[in-house]
């Protein structure tokens, strides 16, 4: 099992910053990607970004977050971190932390933090 605890969300004007961090604690060797999704209201969950655990790190980005986001991880702190600059009010959701293993067999979210852009 492996357990995820998201921090750093919260409200900020349109514009402005915010950074997420997520924290990944018990059978990390299963994982191998780590990355944001985020679920909006009345809409389903998508992909923001995802990591790779590998020495190389490599990455994917959906095209909202592309040129505005940056995800990063500290394998020695099993954290995956995103930052999230000139956010936008449609940016507005609930943010969650995800880590699986090669071919997904293994799937794992944290609880979500919300993230509010107001206009």
């Known amino acids: 099992q492996v357990q995820l605890v998201e921090s750093g969300g919260g409200l900020v004007q349109a514009g402005g910053s915010l950074r997420l961090s997520c924290a990944a604690s018990?059978?990390?060797?299963?994982?191998?990607?780590m990355g944001w999704y985020r679920q909006a209201p009345g809409k389903q969950r998508e992909l923001v970004a995802t990591?790779?655990?590998?020495?190389?790190?490599?990455?994917n980005y959906a095209d909202s977050a592309k040129g505005r986001f940056t995800i990063s991880r500290d394998n020695a702190k099993n954290t995956v971190d995103l930052q999230m600059n000139s956010l936008k009010p449609e940016d507005t959701a609930v943010y969650y932390c995800?880590?699986?293993?090669?071919?997904?067999?293994?799937?794992?979210w944290g609880k979500g933090i919300l993230v509010t852009v107001s206009s």
């Open positions: 990591i790779t655990r590998s020495a190389i790190g490599f990455t």
């Open positions: 018990g059978s990390i060797f299963s994982i191998n990607t």
């Open positions: 995800n880590a699986r293993s090669p071919g997904g067999n293994m799937n794992y």
